[in-house]
């Protein structure tokens, strides 16, 4: 994955984190992860996008977990 950096102070930040593309991987790299965490109106959000790498082609899939701090009944 590929980090950039930005000297804005400001809280949106934007898309900081990138999925690598299959052509600047190693061969060894199989998969790769990123997940983010996110406020929502009743809890947080984690939210895991998965990269799976085969030959020449990879497959995109994606994982949302709510976690709610609220109690209902």
Not at 1 to 14: A, E, V
Not at 32 to 51: A, C, D, H, P, S
Request: with cysteine.
């Amino acid at each position: 994955m590929k980090k950039s950096y930005t000297n804005s102070k400001h809280k949106n930040i934007g898309n900081c984190l990138q999925i690598s593309e299959n052509k600047n991987l190693p061969s060894e790299v199989f998969r790769q992860e990123l997940i983010t965490w996110e406020y929502t109106n009743t809890g947080i959000k984690k939210t895991t996008t998965v990269r799976t790498f085969n030959e020449d082609n990879y497959i995109d899939s994606f994982v949302s977990e709510p976690i709610a701090f609220k109690k209902f009944h």
